[in-house]
C-alpha cells in the first residue's frame, strides 16, 4: 500500500486556505471576544452573550493541526528528509522572528504588567522551542507551534531513517501507539510521543494518502480510529476546561464540531475546487502571523482603548489593526526575511566547513603542546 506512487501536483489546494481562515478567526474570537475576561486574567472589555458564540471555537486548534497532517504529509511525500527540514525552516522561522518581536515590543511600550516577558525571556523564545525547557511565551498561542514543530521533527526523522515509502505505516502506527499509551495515563512517554495530538495529525495525514493515491479500506479504517480517539481525547479536553474556566463546556458540542472538521475533509478528497478568488490565497498565508500576532497584542490594544471606545467598535478596531498587520507581514517582510534565510545557512555551512579544516599549528617547543607538559597529550586540532 505505502508502495504506491504518490502524485505531486502544483496546484494549491485553495480549499485548504479557506480551511486555514475559518481556524484562525475562530482561535482569534475565542481569545478576543470569550477568553480574554474569563479569571480577569488578561482583557477588561467583555462581551457578554456575544462572547459566548466562540465558547467553543479554541477548537479551530484541533482544525490547524488536521491541515498540518495533511500539508506536512504532501512535503514529506517527496522523501528528502533535508529539503523537507529546510522547507520548514524557511516556511515558519522568519515570520515567527518577526511576529515574536513585534509582540514584544508592543508588550514592551504598552503594556500595563499583566504580560510582562523579560529581554531572555524574549530571546530564548526565538529559539522556538523554549516551552520545552520551562522558558514562559512571549505569546499564550506559542504552545501550539511547539506541538507542530514537535511533529514535523517526528516526520523528519522517519525521512531520514525510511525516506517516504513507509510514512504512512509509520503515521498508523504512531497513532496506535498513542492511543495505547494514552489509556496507561504515562504522562512523561504521551508528551514525547504526542499521543493528544496524534489522532489529528493522523487523520489530516491519512485525507492525504486518500487525495494523492485512493481511498482503501485500511485508510478509512485509520480515519475511523483517528476519529473515534479525536472525540475521546475532546472529551477529556471539554472537562478539563470546564474544571479550568469554571465554565460549563458541553463535550457533545465539542464532538459535533471535530465532526464536522473531519467532513469538511471529505470535500478536498473529492476535489470539490470551485473558481476560488486569490483573495482566499493572500488570506490563507495571512493566518500563520495573524495566528502569531493576535493573543496578547490583541488583549493590550482592547485593555489600551477600554476607557474611550464601547466594547463592538474596541473589537473591531484592534481586529482590523491586527489584520492589516498580519497581511503586511504576510505579503512584505517576510518574504524578504525568507530571501535572507538561504544567505545565513549558506553563511553557516561555509563557517562550519571552515572551521572543521581548521589545524592549529604545532609547536613542540610550547609548553602547552609538549608531550611532557601538565596538558599530557594534547594537540591543536585534534
Not at 264 to 279: C, D, G, K, S, T
Amino acid at each position: 500500500m505505502d508502495r504506491e506512487p504518490v502524485k505531486h501536483e502544483s496546484k494549491r489546494i485553495i480549499l485548504l486556505d479557506v480551511y486555514r481562515v475559518i481556524a484562525a478567526i475562530a482561535v482569534v474570537m475565542f481569545h478576543l471576544a470569550y477568553r480574554g475576561t474569563l479569571r480577569g486574567e488578561y482583557c477588561d472589555v467583555g462581551f457578554g452573550d456575544f462572547g459566548e458564540l466562540f465558547k467553543y471555537s479554541y477548537l479551530g486548534v484541533d482544525f490547524f493541526f488536521m491541515i498540518s497532517g495533511f500539508v506536512i504529509s504532501f512535503s514529506a511525500a517527496q522523501g528528502n528528509a533535508g529539503k523537507f527540514f529546510y522547507s520548514r525552516v524557511i516556511r515558519l522561522l522568519p515570520g515567527f522572528l518577526i511576529c515574536c518581536t513585534l509582540t514584544y515590543l508592543t508588550i514592551l511600550l504598552l503594556d500595563d504588567g499583566r504580560m510582562a516577558v523579560s529581554l531572555w525571556t524574549y530571546l530564548l523564545n526565538l529559539t522556538m522551542v523554549s516551552g520545552y525547557f520551562g522558558i514562559p511565551y512571549v505569546d499564550g498561542s506559542y504552545w501550539s507551534l511547539g506541538i507542530e514543530i514537535h511533529f514535523y521533527a517526528m516526520v523528519g526523522v522517519i525521512l531520514w531513517m525510511n525516506g517516504s515509502k513507509h510514512l504512512e505505516s509509520c503515521i498508523r502506527l504512531w497513532l496506535m501507539a498513542s492511543i495505547l499509551l494514552y489509556c496507561y495515563h504515562i504522562r512523561g512517554i504521551n508528551r514525547i510521543a504526542l499521543s493528544e495530538y496524534a489522532p489529528l495529525f493522523s487523520a489530516g495525514a491519512t485525507f492525504y494518502f486518500c487525495y494523492a493515491q485512493k481511498v482503501t479500506y485500511a485508510r478509512l479504517l485509520t480515519l475511523f480510529a483517528s476519529f473515534c480517539a479525536t472525540i475521546a481525547w475532546t472529551r477529556v479536553k471539554a472537562h478539563n476546561l470546564s474544571t479550568f474556566y469554571e465554565q460549563d463546556f458541553d463535550y457533545r458540542i465539542t464532538i459535533l464540531i471535530d465532526a464536522c472538521f473531519f467532513l469538511a475533509f471529505v470535500l478536498v478528497i473529492l476535489r470539490m475546487e470551485p473558481p476560488w478568488p486569490r483573495f482566499w490565497i493572500v488570506a490563507g498565508t495571512a493566518t500563520y502571523p495573524l495566528y502569531l500576532l493576535h493573543q496578547h497584542m490583541g488583549f493590550i490594544g482592547m485593555n489600551f482603548l477600554a476607557t474611550s471606545l464601547s466594547a463592538p467598535v474596541n473589537l473591531s478596531i484592534v481586529l482590523l489593526v491586527i489584520v492589516a498587520l498580519s497581511l503586511f507581514v504576510s505579503e512584505f517582510l517576510e518574504p524578504i526575511a525568507r530571501r535572507q534565510v538561504p544567505r545565513l545557512l549558506s553563511n553557516l555551512s561555509c563557517a562550519m566547513r571552515t572551521l572543521g579544516t581548521l589545524r592549529l599549528p604545532r609547536a613542540e617547543n610550547d609548553p602547552i603542546f609538549s608531550p611532557s607538559s601538565r596538558f599530557g597529550n594534547a594537540r591543536g586540532g585534534d
